[in-house]
């Protein structure tokens, strides 16, 4: 698990471009956020993968950057350089879902259903919805210092306490 993580801004056309370019120059991970959607067809269920978040590129390090850089198309970076809190929790729960944010784990609490997933440590997502006849869930949370939403499928692990 990497120590540092950062997140950059572009310009959705060039953020592929300048991705490339900070693995190649300087060795870093990069990742542009992935979400596998359901959608039903003809009575089937199909997971499709889609760009989400698009001109966003988080990427992360062992050790903390020294400077900021700058590549043509980067719009701007997130917080004051390294990401902290929740931000940070979102990076890091993308690392380790390799980029994807894809079925999520709920848990019914009373009347409510609660996102039970260890990556997600350290993010408020709560569900705001839930269609349980194509089995997902619009989950919401914050980043960058807005609050998001996400329709992604679910796997129901039970009642709290199982």
């Not at 349980?132 to 619009?138: F, H, S």
């Not at 960058?144 to 306490?161: C, F, H, L, N, Q």
Request: hydrophobic share 40%; glycine share 10%; with cysteine.
């Amino acid at each position: 698990m990497p120590m540092h993580a950062y997140c950059l801004f572009c310009e959705t056309q060039k953020a592929s471009f300048i991705a490339q370019m900070i693995e190649q120059n300087h060795g870093y991970r990069c990742i542009s956020p992935q979400i596998i959607q359901r959608k039903w067809v003809k009575g089937a269920c199909l997971e499709e993968k889609h760009n989400w978040l698009p001109g966003y590129i988080f990427f992360y390090a062992d050790e903390p950057l020294e400077r900021k850089f700058y590549f043509p198309g980067v719009l701007r970076w997130l917080g004051e350089g390294e990401l902290t809190g929740e931000d940070r929790a979102f990076a890091l729960m993308l690392y380790e879902r390799n980029g994807v944010m894809g079925t999520v784990r709920l848990t019914e609490v009373g009347d409510r259903c609660v996102v039970n997933e260890p990556a997600w440590r350290g993010l408020e997502g709560r569900v705001v919805k839930l269609d349980r006849g194509r089995k997902r869930c619009c989950v919401e949370f914050s980043f960058d210092k807005s609050r998001i939403t996400a329709w992604v499928g679910y796997e129901m692990i039970g009642p709290a306490g199982e």
